[in-house]
């Protein structure tokens, strides 16, 4: 697959490049395509759901073709191209336009292979089943071009760059590929999977109200974010933390299985502090009195400032910014080191304070956290790198080990 795909815009006024209202850093591109030139795309690795060519949408995209061609774009939704950039030239013909789409380097294996978990996300984000509708259509075109009054179809295609300081492709598909049916965590809701998650965080003290356990509830936390988090911190899976950023869908998996489900109830004693541990780093990161030793913390690619302090709902943890989970989650993530597992219980415990932890090294971790951050191309990648998991983890062990050695030398009396 070589890169860019040039593609044929028929007239200029069937493209328009759009602003991001909040990112200066992501650009999108509006277009008018006809099948033919959409079908020199690629699906790539963005959507590696495969379309279902018995399915009833891809059947009446199908019977929209053949009988009413000329209204596909309408009918259609488009499709949603992930790119690293794309620029507009001059091209050939009257009114047409050159589109060139960078997919950042060649290479079958960078895009193409839906198991490389941590490639580049490119191609199809959203829109895989009416990419194979045109794919499939143009294996008929000279079957369909003998229809009378036939005419080859357009689609609506956005591209859209990956390259944005707030984007998160998985997140993005995630949100994208909505469809009839009920989401999987809904279902879940409704078979009342989560109420033991429920009456652990309640017993905390934890306002239920503002977690979404439904698709379309709205509140400051969806249940399946805090699944995620909570995987972070369970026995014997250390190495899960890179894949767990990328995907929550992951985590949901792991706790609706009996046997995952066990070790994240053996979390109950610790289960608030470890779920909104993000927030309590990003308070603290953000407060006044640390601001001091901040250097252009407000300046983060992966820090959001506030307008007014907002306080969490259910914590008392308050912000003036608002932190990237790429940044925050490896840090948080760290802590599972300072976790130990009652032999007689199998529930686990904070064997030093982790505040106090914390307070200790909030220096440290933002060293971690600006060094890593400076060595990758995107804010998204720095919450899948390996590298900077270990880093903090690494910090968090020498400050358990220090303060294991204090409780041996100066003995509670």
Excluded at 10 to 30: A, G, Q, T, V
Excluded at 162 to 190: C, F, I, R, W
Aim: aromatic share 10%.
């Amino acid at each position: 697959m070589k890169s860019p795909i040039t593609l044929r815009v028929s007239d200029p006024d069937h493209c328009k490049r759009i602003k991001d209202p909040f990112d200066p850093y992501l650009h999108h591109l509006e277009t008018l395509l006809s099948f033919s030139e959409v079908n020199k795309l690629v699906s790539g690795n963005a959507n590696v759901r495969r379309p279902k060519e018995s399915s009833k949408p891809y059947k009446q995209m199908i019977k929209t073709v053949e009988t009413s061609p000329r209204a596909f774009h309408i009918k259609n939704r488009g499709i949603t191209f992930l790119c690293a950039s794309f620029d507009l030239s001059s091209g050939s013909g009257a009114g047409a336009r050159q589109l060139n789409i960078h997919l950042d380097k060649d290479g079958d294996n960078d895009f193409i292979d839906p198991e490389v978990s941590d490639a580049q996300k490119v191609g199809i984000a959203d829109g895989g089943h009416t990419f194979a509708v045109i794919s499939d259509t143009i294996r008929r075109f000279d079957e369909l071009k003998a229809i009378e009054d036939w005419a080859e179809p357009y689609v609506r295609v956005r591209f859209i760059t990956s390259k944005g300081a707030y984007l998160v492709p998985e997140e993005m598909v995630e949100a994208l590929n909505t469809s009839t049916q009920v989401k999987e965590h809904t279902m879940d809701e409704y078979r009342n999977e989560f109420q033991p998650l429920k009456d652990i965080l309640a017993r905390s003290g934890f306002d239920l109200s503002n977690i979404s356990f439904r698709e379309n509830d709205s509140a400051e936390w969806d249940v399946r974010e805090i699944l995620q988090r909570l995987a972070c911190f369970l026995k014997d899976k250390p190495a899960l933390g890179p894949q767990l950023y990328r995907s929550q869908q992951k985590a949901l998996k792991m706790y609706i299985d009996p046997k995952g489900r066990e070790d994240f109830l053996a979390l109950e004693d610790v289960m608030a502090d470890v779920a909104f541990l993000p927030e309590f780093i990003e308070s603290q990161f953000s407060s006044k009195e640390h601001m001091k030793t901040r250097n252009r913390f407000g300046g983060l690619r992966v820090v959001k400032a506030l307008a007014d302090d907002y306080t969490y709902p259910s914590l008392n943890y308050k912000t003036r910014h608002r932190l990237h989970l790429a940044a925050t989650l490896p840090l948080a993530g760290a802590f599972r080191e300072l976790l130990q597992t009652d032999q007689k219980t199998g529930k686990q415990f904070w064997i030093v304070d982790w505040k106090e932890a914390f307070k200790r090294t909030a220096d440290e971790l933002y060293r971690a956290l600006t060094n890593n951050l400076a060595t990758v191309t995107q804010v998204a990648s720095l919450g899948s790198d390996p590298t900077y998991w270990t880093t903090a983890a690494n910090v968090i062990l020498r400050v358990k080990s220090e303060m294991l050695q204090e409780r041996i030398n100066h003995p509670a009396t």
